[in-house]
């Protein structure tokens, strides 16, 4: 299995101002991936975050609107610019020790733009 | 494209009950099928992976089955108890580690 932490767990936020979500796993992992999940849905894929490189973003999402860091094996940030109402959602950081093995999640940023 | 369908999506029952969540997807060419539990405004714990060439897992009351021919997965949860109210959602990989989830199924288990 994998641990992951996620930071921070919640946050309310101003319209027009961004937020760095990270997520830190236990142990290196090839796959990372960042979902949302908006109220009352279920999760999308937002991008496949690449170890040194740019990251893969889903039909649908942009990288100016969500910037992916993935400095190493083990850590990666998700950052939501420009912040509107829509934004607010559940956003979750997965990770596979390698691909289409087990996926596991962490506990998730509740996100609320105001 | 892949969909994943997840019927009931909400299902209420006694404590004690054995119970089954149903998961069907569009796309039978996949890699793998992973049951999850997620509790209100939290992330997902991982129930049970069942690779393709599988036909079923489980973890201490659960069971989880797979026809990948017919497209079809259950989730079957013996003697439930009050702890196991979560909403429980199925996702499939369709290869590059892709992950469709279904809308999931919000069970309550009233004691």
């Known amino acids: 299995s994998a641990v992951i932490s996620q930071k921070p767990s919640r946050d309310i936020c101003q319209r027009g101002t961004s937020l760095t979500i990270q997520c830190q796993v236990d142990?290196?992992?090839?796959?990372m991936f960042w979902y949302r999940q908006q109220p009352g849905q279920s999760l999308t894929l937002i991008a496949t975050?690449?170890?040194?490189?740019?990251?893969?973003?889903e039909s649908g999402f942009v990288i100016d609107k969500f910037p992916i860091s993935r400095p190493n094996l083990t850590f990666s940030t998700l950052t939501v610019s420009n912040m509107s109402p829509e934004d607010s959602s559940i956003y979750l950081c997965?990770?596979?020790?390698?691909?289409?093995?087990?996926?596991?999640f962490g506990q998730g940023t509740r996100l609320t733009v105001v | 494209k892949q969909e994943v369908t997840q019927i009931p999506a909400a299902l209420s029952v006694p404590e004690g009950e054995n119970l089954v969540l149903n998961c069907s997807f569009t796309d039978s060419a996949i890699y793998n099928l992973q049951w999850f539990r997620q509790d209100p405004g939290k992330g997902l714990t991982s129930l049970l992976l069942i690779q393709s060439s599988q036909r079923e897992q489980t973890s201490g009351r659960l069971n989880a089955s797979l026809d990948k021919s017919s497209g079809r997965s259950t989730l079957y949860i013996a003697a439930s108890q009050p702890g196991d109210s979560a909403t429980y959602l199925c996702a499939v990989s369709s290869g590059y580690s892709t992950l469709t989830f279904g809308k999931g199924t919000m069970l309550l288990v009233s004691p």
């Open positions: 142990s290196q992992v090839t796959m």
């Open positions: 997965s990770v596979e020790k390698s691909q289409d093995t087990e996926a596991f």
């Open positions: 975050a690449n170890q040194g490189s740019e990251a893969t973003y």
